[in-house]
Structures are given as C-alpha cells and as structure tokens.
Nanobody, 118 residues
Framework: QVQLVESGGGLVQPGGSLTLSCAASGSISSITTMAWYRQDPGKERELVAG???????TYADSVKGRFTISRDYNKNTVYLQMNNLKPEDTAVYYCHAVIWGLNSGHYWGQGTQVTVSS
C-alpha cells in the first residue's frame, strides 16, 4: 500500500511565501511523475506543477516565475516553494504520484489548504 502525506499549508498574506511537502511511503518500486494540483470549491482540479523522473518540470502559466517544484528522489518527496502568493492561489493543494512496478497506479494525497488573505 502507498500513502502520500502532505504538509505545509496554512494562512499567508498576499506577497508571502509557503512551502508544501509531500512524502510517499509504503511498498514502492519506482515513482515516475510527482506533481501538485489545486482545487477551489466549484472548480475543476488543475495542475500547478509537475516533475518527472528525468527532472523535467512543468508549470501552470499562472504560477510560472513564482512557484518552484523540486524533488528528493532518495526520500520519495516532492516540494512546492510558493513565493509572491496571491489571493487567487487560495485552494486545496493535492499531491499526486504515478507509481510503476509494485503497487503501480495513480495516488493522491489528502490535500492541504492554502489561504492567501490579508
């Protein structure tokens, strides 16, 4: 069984910063892509940023230049450094991982709330 555990959400003022972490644990052979998504109530879940096994990254246009995704391959952990946060970044942020081999499949974390407000 595989679990993704997120941490680091919270309340921050506009212009502030937060770092989210997501650690994958359990019987894992190989993780290909790890990514962060976010969802506002009443809206579809959207990709924020992703990082592949080959270290290539992708970002939503709305966060380019402000957010940075990174990954610790030894610890099966992905991070999202969020700078210059805006009220429109307010959402529940979900970690996602694609696992191959043992327990292969798509896995989601439980979500962590990020609120940007003065």
């Amino acid at each position: 069984q595989v679990q993704l555990v997120e941490s680091g959400g919270g309340l921050v003022q506009p212009g502030g910063s937060l770092t989210l972490s997501c650690a994958a644990s359990g019987s894992i052979s190989s993780i290909t892509t790890m990514a962060w998504y976010r969802q506002d109530p009443g809206k579809e879940r959207e990709l924020v940023a992703g990082v592949s096994t080959g270290r290539s990254t992708t970002y939503a246009d709305s966060v380019k230049g402000r957010f940075t995704i990174s990954r610790d391959y030894n610890k099966n952990t992905v991070y999202l450094q969020m700078n210059n946060l805006k009220p429109e970044d307010t959402a529940v942020y979900y970690c996602h991982a694609v696992i191959w081999g043992l327990n292969s499949g798509h896995y989601w974390g439980q979500g962590t709330q990020v609120t940007v407000s003065s």
